[in-house]
């Protein structure tokens, strides 16, 4: 779940992989959440398919004029796909990223991007844990 990033003197640091699906690919989101914008590659999350989840909280959809959020539901066919970006940030950013979605109720897992990266994503914390390690 990390990418090899150049460091100074030549030594290599991992960096780790976030895969979004959602509001993590907005600017106003990533300046907020992150205070920068993030650079990414399009990518697919094989085996889950997009979802969505009722926004429970009253002023969270008056703030955000939805009343559901993306989410990705494990299926395990691997014909199902979900479409998004996969991102390389720093451990701080990673743990700023934990805060924005645990707000909403989602928990990170480890995945296997199409590209064959190992990233972390977020799913609804009610749902199917996704594959097993």
Known sequence: MRAEAGCSGGDWARMPLLFSYGTLQDDQVQLTTFGRLLRG???????????????????????????????????????????????????DELTAADRYEQRAAYKRIAVTLASGQQAWVYVHADGPAGPSS
Do not use: Q, W
């Open 41 to 91: 590659e399009r990518d697919e999350l094989p085996g889950f398919e997009p979802s969505l989840v009722k926004i429970d909280d009253p002023h969270l959809v008056a703030t955000s004029g939805k009343t559901h959020h993306a989410n990705a539901t494990h299926t395990g066919r691997r014909e199902s796909r979900v479409s998004g970006t996969v991102f390389e940030i720093t451990d």
